[in-house]
């Protein structure tokens, strides 16, 4: 598997490519870009394609099989939504052109935004957050400067329940504020007495995942809000598990003040290496006009009789704009595509499957895997990875034996407040065949366990790269290629 690198390939006059005469004068590269110690390769065409093919089938990704990442939500990418971002009229278009030349994009990004707020049961939506955690921080800013305009100075505190997900915290400090941790109780909700012990003149909001990292619906959530509300605070809801509610349940009409969606996780745009992200937020109506702008709205002044005009506009107490030009457009162009493809009810039939699939994978293996709630799930379950016959077996040790099967492992370690926790996802996208797979390659790992436990130790075992010493990678990486 030692297959030579790209440098390696490298001899003296071989041409990958071949350029076109200059049709401008010709100018030497500035010295500042050239190093000697970071010699270019001269490689030909046929090699640098070897290499990048043989470097992508050594990866694994959502197109080769199963990814069940609980709390990334690693679902299938419909190809039709890459064919519409990629039509000339969207991949030719800049942020700069006057807006009666781009009718057609502001157009799908209004309706993205009503699409959004009647999924969440919103007043008002902006797309343009680039990110997840950057609409977190949105919402956050939001509800402060809403508290700092009513004269409410003292608050700078933000409670977050300990299922939360672990960029909440962040978000607070980011944001300057105060972060407070609230425990769960045993059925896996936010513990209303521990809740109560901090509401206080000095309380901000509550930061709630709902469905939350333990893949439950909080129960009591009605309860929650009205707690917070009854002291003056607001709520944020992390929605970045919406595609376990959406069509059947909407976080505004239970008194969610502010959401964010991730694009990438409820309407299907490329995740991770195949971003970037787009983190939409909704906001109740007292929340409007600090929405982070601009906005696209139907301007009536402009307007014909039968052809609405839409432009932008900046809300009158926004805490102004958080990227540069209108946000991701192309990710929005994929969410478009993929809501106008399922339609209300198409949503809310992919919303109930990824239920399905959680709750059928969870009766699969709990009898092997202990479960850190034994209760009905949402999109996705968490099991602890470890066994009272093989003490020494880990999580970890799980994760890396999935690989060996030819599977993803799911999120390890994650949420802390579950032991040597496996949270696993597999979406609605998954077939029961591809979910039985799963199951029985994790009931044959935990027979390992017991019966060899070294062979989990040492795994995994035939992938190019062997268990790697994470630990040290991340305190001393190596960023560059050096060849021996």
């Not at 045993?186 to 469905?211: F, H, K, W, Y």
């Amino acid at each position: 598997m030692n297959e030579p690198v790209i440098y390696e390939l490298s001899a003296p006059g071989r041409e990958g490519v071949k350029l076109p005469h200059l049709d401008v004068p010709a100018s030497d590269l500035p010295t500042e870009l050239l190093r000697e110690e970071l010699p270019l390769p001269e490689v030909s065409e046929i090699d640098v394609v070897r290499h990048f093919l043989r470097l992508s089938q050594q990866n694994y990704a959502i197109d080769k099989g199963m990814y069940p990442l609980g709390s990334c939500t690693m679902k299938f990418n419909p190809k039709i939504n890459e064919v519409t971002a990629r039509l000339p009229g969207f991949t030719s278009i800049h942020p700069l052109q006057y807006t009666n030349t781009a009718q057609g994009a502001l157009y799908l990004m209004y309706t993205v935004q009503e699409y959004l707020k009647e999924v969440g049961g919103f007043a008002g939506v902006t797309v343009q957050p680039a990110a997840g955690a950057q609409g977190e921080l949105a919402g956050v800013l939001m509800m402060h400067k809403y508290h700092l305009d009513r004269g409410d100075t003292q608050r700078d505190t933000i409670l977050v329940p300990d299922s939360a997900h672990g960029t909440n915290p962040a978000t607070t400090s980011m944001s300057g504020l105060r972060v407070v941790q609230i425990p769960s109780d045993a059925r896996g909700n936010v513990d209303l007495d521990a809740l109560q012990s901090q509401i206080c003149e000095r309380v901000v909001g509550l930061m709630i995942t709902n469905p939350n990292t333990l893949g439950l619906f909080e129960e009591q959530i009605e309860a929650v809000v009205k707690m917070i509300h009854d002291c003056g605070g607001l709520v944020y809801g992390d929605g970045a598990n919406m595609n376990a509610l959406m069509g059947v349940m909407r976080p505004g009409d239970v008194g969610i003040d502010v959401m964010h969606f991730n694009l990438h996780k409820t309407f299907s745009t490329p995740h991770g290496g195949g971003g970037p992200g787009c983190g939409p937020v909704g906001v109740a109506e007292h929340l409007v006009d600090y929405l982070p702008g601009p906005v696209v709205t139907i301007d009536l002044q402009l307007s014909e009789e039968d052809a609405p005009f839409f432009n932008f506009y900046q809300p009158a107490k926004s805490i102004g704009p958080l990227t540069g030009f209108w946000g991701h457009f192309g990710i929005l162009v994929r969410a478009y595509t993929y809501m106008r493809m399922l339609g209300a009810e198409g949503m809310k039939e992919a919303a109930e499957h990824a239920v399905l699939n959680a709750n059928y994978l969870r009766s699969q293996v709990k009898d092997v895997y202990k479960v850190s709630h034994d209760r009905l799930c949402k999109h996705e379950f968490v099991a602890e990875g470890h066994f009272d016959a093989a003490p020494d077996v880990r999580a970890l040790d799980i994760a890396k034996r999935l690989i060996d099967h030819g599977v993803h492992p799911p999120t390890n370690y994650f949420p802390l407040i579950v032991p040597e926790a496996l949270m696993i996802e597999p979406t609605e996208t998954e077939s029961k065949q591809s979910i039985d797979n799963y199951a029985a390659i994790l009931r044959a790992i935990a027979t390992e366990a017991t019966d060899n436990p070294e062979l989990l130790h040492a795994a995994p075992h035939n992938t190019p790269v062997r268990r790697l010493d994470e630990v040290s990678a991340a305190r001393d990486p190596i960023l560059r290629y050096q060849h021996a």
